[in-house]
Structure formats: structure tokens, C-alpha cells
């Protein structure tokens, strides 16, 4: 069983910047990917950023060259960099850790924490 905390959200106005943490406890083996997913009300779950154990990184498409995904293996932890927000990117921010930056990407990690939420303020 692997447990993972996400911490660093809040309101931050169109323009800002915010950086989220996730720290994984528990049992976590071998080679695993880290990464995060969004949700904002009314819409779906969607992929945001992974990043495999070697280095290997995933973004969608709009958040890339905005946001940096990155890790720390001695500390199991991943960190989301956030700049230049918008509106769009208000949600709920939710930490996943799995087998493959394509697990991740695709909604299939094996565990996935509470979330952090995200509000960018017009």
C-alpha cells in the first residue's frame, strides 16, 4: 500500500505561479513513475505531466513550456512547477505514482492521493 500527500495549492491570480508537492509513504517498488492529473468541476479527469524514474517526461500539450514536472527518488517525491496560470487551470490537482509515465498519462496509476486544489483568480 502506498499513501501519497499533495500540499502547495491555493488562490493565486491570473499570471502567478504555484508549486505543488507530493510525498509517497508505504511500500513503493522498483522503477516507478510519479506524475499528476487535474479535475475541474463539471469536466472530466485529465493527464497534466509524468515523469518516469530515469527522467522521462510526459506533458499535455497546453501546459507544456508553463509548467515542469520534477523528482526526487531519495525523498519519493514529485513536484509540479506552475507559471504563467490561467483560468483553465483551476482544479482539483491529484498526485499519482504507477508503473510507467503511460499509466499515469493514460489514468491507470496504481494509486492516487486526496488532491490538492487549484484556483486562479481572473
Known amino acids: 500500500q502506498v499513501q501519497l500527500v499533495e500540499s502547495g495549492g491555493g488562490l493565486v491570480q491570473s499570471g502567478g505561479s504555484l508549486r505543488l508537492s507530493c510525498a509517497a509513504s508505504g511500500r513503493t517498488d522498483g522503477s516507478y513513475a510519479m506524475g499528476w492529473s487535474r479535475q475541474a468541476p463539471g469536466k472530466e479527469r485529465e493527464f497534466v505531466a509524468a515523469i518516469s524514474w530515469s527522467g522521462t517526461i510526459r506533458y499535455k500539450d497546453s501546459v507544456g513550456g508553463r509548467f515542469t514536472i520534477s523528482r526526487d527518488n531519495t525523498q519519493r517525491a514529485v513536484y509540479l512547477e506552475m507559471n504563467n496560470l490561467n483560468v483553465e487551470d483551476t482544479a482539483t490537482y491529484y498526485c499519482?505514482?504507477?508503473?510507467?509515465?503511460?499509466?499515469?498519462?493514460?489514468?491507470?496509476?496504481?494509486?492516487w492521493g486526496q488532491g490538492t486544489q487549484v484556483t486562479v483568480s481572473s
Open positions: 499519482g505514482i504507477g508503473r510507467s509515465t503511460m499509466s499515469i498519462s493514460t489514468g491507470s496509476a496504481d494509486y
